[in-house]
């Protein structure tokens, strides 16, 4: 018995450990962005150089009967170093929020938001704020063509991106609310943290389990001098 007891341990002890929501959460964000950026219709490379902030927000969820809501969980990266520097660690963010129309069915949908400009920063480093109201949300071109429709929509802050598994009626993302996720960051690093320390001056070590998302960003868009 106690030679079992002795395996047992041991192999509890060489057993990986389990991958945490927000981990699994992480790599979702990774893999939503790479096979965004892989559709022949999908996001100009163009606009993730010039952006200055990536969120991805895996399957969010949206449902409608006359009033419809929406939740969903993800992710954000920033250039650091005022744009200049290598991709940060990502803060952990939420959506939700309701709205009200002639709705009815349900959705799952992927979203990619492109935070083109610094006041679309300023925002993010609120504790929350609304597409639409706080920050101009426009839908972003796609594929080589919508590059040329590129200029139309630099005025907007935010350039969204959403790939739906379902069908729904009246979609939009005005009025949609995006927080800090305060638990999932205390989650991923260990204790509260500062958005803006975080986010634009690379104010914690990057997670492991955070490393493909923002190795992918880096690779996709490096700017010279940002080797972090």
Do not use: H
């Amino acid at each position: 018995m106690k030679n079992l007891l002795l395996v047992a341990a041991c192999l509890l002890a060489a057993a990986p450990v389990l991958a945490t929501t927000e981990d699994r959460r992480l790599e979702a964000c990774r893999e939503v962005l790479e096979e965004f950026l892989g559709m022949q219709e999908g996001i100009p490379r163009s606009l993730i150089d010039r952006a200055e902030c990536v969120a991805v927000l895996p399957s969010v969820k949206k449902f409608a009967l006359g009033f419809g809501g929406r939740f969903g969980k993800g992710a954000v990266s920033c250039r650091t170093e005022e744009g200049k520097g290598a991709w940060g660690p990502p803060l952990m963010i939420s959506l939700g929020g309701g709205s009200f129309g002639l709705q009815i069915g349900g959705q799952a949908a992927d979203l990619v938001f492109l935070v083109m400009n610094p006041k679309g920063i300023d925002q993010l480093i609120k504790s929350q704020f609304t597409l639409g109201a706080d920050a101009s949300v426009a839908a972003g071109p796609l594929g080589r063509t919508g590059e040329a429709d590129t200029d139309l929509r630099m005025r907007a802050e935010i350039l969204s991106y959403s790939r739906t598994r379902g069908l729904f009626a009246g979609l939009s993302l005005e009025g949609a609310v995006v927080k800090q996720d305060k638990d999932g960051n205390r989650s991923v690093y260990g204790e509260d943290v500062n958005p803006r320390e975080l986010l634009l001056f690379w104010g914690q070590p990057l997670p492991p389990a955070a490393r493909g998302f923002v190795n992918l960003l880096q690779d996709l868009s490096p700017r010279p001098g940002a080797g972090k």
